[in-house]
């Protein structure tokens, strides 16, 4: 039976840890190796840092609404908000390569949500009234590199 854990902070940048604190405590009972770990709380934590960033404006400060889903074979993290929505174009970056590139055209097409998709099984977003994020990762699943 899957299991459910709620938790809304504000999205601001000091509450980001209470979100990769929860993740830690969530993760470590489903089971995931500390290593599996350490990459959710990276993508984690570039989601929330987006929306910290970039979802609200100073004259109207929101919450982030994180979901975390325990399933048998891994969790699903949600991150919502609902601020300003984005244009989200997936195969671009999933198709994105950092072999023969600058730098500063790496930074500049954003290398948050890249980081999600390499570090995390299934992302997806979903953003109309404001944005929804699901990161899903699957326990005791070794990533070749590619
Ligand atoms: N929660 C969000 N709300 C609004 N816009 C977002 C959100 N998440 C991402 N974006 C948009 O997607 C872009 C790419 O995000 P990301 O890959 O993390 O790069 P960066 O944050 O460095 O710009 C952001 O610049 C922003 O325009
Ligand atoms: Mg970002």
Same mark, same amino acid.
């Given at each position: 039976m899957n299991s459910f854990i709620h938790l809304t902070i504000p999205a601001r940048a000091?509450?980001? =840890?209470?979100?990769?604190?929860?993740?830690?405590?969530? %993760?470590?009972k489903a089971g995931f190796s500390y290593e599996e770990i350490e990459d959710m709380k990276v993508a984690v934590t570039e989601a929330c840092t987006n929306v910290v960033l970039h979802a609200y404006s100073?004259?109207?400060?929101?919450?982030?609404?994180?979901?975390?889903?325990?399933?048998?074979?891994?969790?699903?993290?949600?991150i919502? =908000?609902?601020g300003s929505s984005f244009n989200y174009e997936p %195969?671009?970056?999933?198709?994105?390569t950092l072999h023969n590139k600058e730098l500063s055209d790496i930074t500049a097409g954003g290398l948050g949500l890249f980081m999600m998709h390499a570090l995390m099984d299934k992302v997806e977003v979903f953003s109309e009234r404001g944005t929804e994020v699901i990161l899903t990762k699957l326990i005791g699943r070794k990533e070749e590199m590619a």
């Open positions: 000091e509450f980001v =840890d209470i979100a990769r604190l929860t993740l830690f405590g969530i %993760a470590n100073n004259a109207q400060p929101g919450i982030i609404e994180l979901s975390f889903e325990i399933e048998d074979k891994g969790i699903s993290i949600r919502k =908000d609902e %195969a671009d970056t999933k198709s994105v």
